[in-house]
């Protein structure tokens, strides 16, 4: 495809059960990016991928958050035994690296936990 | 990583241009910045960016300061598809990830 895919679209989720969102970024694409957006806020970093390697998983609000890239292109986000305060929009983006390029975003998943 | 100032909310009227203003004070010389916009449901999309120098695309205009201490979007003619929140990001270099740092952005409204 020629954008960002991610799937699914929306999930709704039972508390407790455990989720995984993917994210397929453009070909090509050396960084990987991963947001959590609350309803009305901005985006916040969760974690970050060059290649396969993850740089930067400050953001991550839990251990109950994982995320793996493990051949350099497409990405998972888990979300483990879930809470309510997990529900949000999850971004993914891609970008080649530097500071001078332009991040690519996906739709978005929008996660639901009752 | 550096952070920014936008206003809230601005309004503008249709066909007529629009200068979201944006205050990063703390840059540093190797901050690009970036900035996004986010139509209602969709993710992020890219608008422009620019380091020192004025930059024209498709899209808009951006204005840099000469201290570089705050930029303004110029969309010359709004329309209704541009009612969206606009962000103002800077993107370091020396970051590992380059990533974006989003803000609250300024929610544009644009009235026919």
């Known amino acids: 495809g020629a954008g960002v895919s991610q799937s699914p679209r929306y999930k709704v989720a039972k508390r407790g059960q455990d989720v995984a969102l993917r994210c397929d970024p453009i070909s090509g694409h050396v960084s990987l990016f991963w947001y959590q957006q609350a309803l009305g806020q901005g985006p916040e970093f969760l974690t970050y991928f060059q290649n396969e390697a993850q740089l930067d998983k400050s953001g991550l609000p839990s251990d109950r958050f994982f995320a793996e890239r493990p051949e350099g292109s497409v990405s998972t986000l888990k979300i483990q035994r879930t809470q309510q305060e997990d529900s949000a929009v999850y971004l993914c983006?891609?970008?080649?690296?530097?500071?001078?390029?332009?991040?690519?975003f996906g739709q978005g998943t929008r996660l639901t936990v009752v | 990583d550096a952070k920014t100032t936008q206003p809230n909310s601005m309004e503008s009227n249709e066909e007529e241009p629009v200068h979201l203003p944006c205050n990063h004070s703390t840059i540093s010389g190797t901050d690009y910045i970036h900035w996004y916009r986010q139509l209602p449901s969709q993710g992020p999309e890219y608008v422009i960016h620019g380091l020192t120098s004025n930059v024209n695309n498709r899209m808009a205009s951006l204005a840099i300061a000469e201290d570089r201490k705050s930029s303004t979007l110029i969309l010359h003619r709004a329309t209704l598809r541009d009612a969206a929140v606009y962000y103002c990001i800077l993107r370091a270099v020396n970051n590992a990830g380059n990533m974006l740092t989003f803000g609250g952005g300024t929610r544009l409204m644009v009235k026919p």
């Open positions: 983006a891609s970008s080649f690296w530097g500071a001078n390029t332009e991040a690519f």
